[in-house]
T-cell receptor
Framework: SQQGEEDPQALSIQEGENATMNCSYK?????LQWYRQNSGRGLVHLIL?????REKHSGRLRVTLDTSKKSSSLLITASRAADTASYFC?????????FGKGITLSVRP | DADVTQTPRNRITKTGKRIMLECSQT?????MYWYRQDPGLGLRLIYY???????NKGEISDGYSVSRQAQAKFSLSLESAIPNQTALYFC???????????????FGSGTQLSVL
């Protein structure tokens, strides 16, 4: 069964705007990761946040984790057309990574 | 050259045929995984291997088998393919680093399999 569940399922924004994607999960985790997939290609790791961390930054990416609410959010600032892709959250428990169904992000030029 | 290479990239086969998907990696990672991706369902784990002598079933292993021929090679077989195994299949590797928690996965480009 899916552990992570992303919200919204699809998001369309204008270039330059910020994109916020959310992920909720059901059980305890070791860490939570976000991946990106460009149209049918392999997934690429974006960022990892451990269960004892609350916020992490990497370039234009900011991820937060609230273990009490079992939720995470990924913020992409100043979006670009090239950010158009599907984004997946994945939860790590006991060295097994479980993926959500993904969010489709469209950034309009 | 890609660090995680999957062959073939595309495959069309008929119901009942045996088919093997291959994965090789040059990252030197001990851990390897097979996932399948279906539209609207995300990725689901089929099998995983933490070293050459270790094979574990994932969430949806029925109808599949695997072989870990070497640290660098992990193949997925469909003994008798059926249409609902039509999907995009991904191989991935990881290096656990310190501790038992998994670290990030590195994915191949995928194999699109169609079973008619």
């Amino acid at each position: 069964s899916q552990q992570g569940e992303e919200d919204p399922q699809a998001l369309s924004i204008q270039e330059g705007e910020n994109a916020t994607m959310n992920c909720s999960y059901k059980t305890s985790i070791n860490n939570l990761q976000w991946y990106r997939q460009n149209s049918g290609r392999g997934l690429v790791h974006l960022i990892l946040i451990r269960s004892n961390e609350r916020e992490k930054h990497s370039g234009r990416l900011r991820v937060t984790l609230d273990t009490s609410k079992k939720s995470s959010s990924l913020l992409i600032t100043a979006s670009r057309a090239a950010d158009t892709a599907s984004y997946f959250c994945a939860t790590d428990l006991n060295s097994k990574l479980t993926f959500g169904k993904g969010i489709t992000l469209s950034v309009r030029p | 050259d890609a660090d995680v290479t999957q062959t073939p990239r595309n495959r069309i086969t008929k119901t009942g045929k045996r088919i093997m998907l291959e994965c090789s990696q040059t990252k030197g990672h001990d851990r390897m995984y097979w996932y399948r991706q279906d539209p609207g369902l995300g990725l689901r784990l089929i099998y995983y291997s933490f070293d050459v002598k270790d094979i574990n079933k994932g969430e949806i292993s029925d109808g599949y088998s695997v072989s870990r021929q070497a640290q660098a090679k992990f193949s997925l077989s469909l003994e008798s393919a059926i249409p609902n195994q039509t999907a995009l299949y991904f191989c991935a590797t990881s290096d656990p680093g310190t501790g038992t928690s998994n670290e990030k996965l590195f994915f191949g480009s995928g194999t699109q399999l169609s079973v008619l």
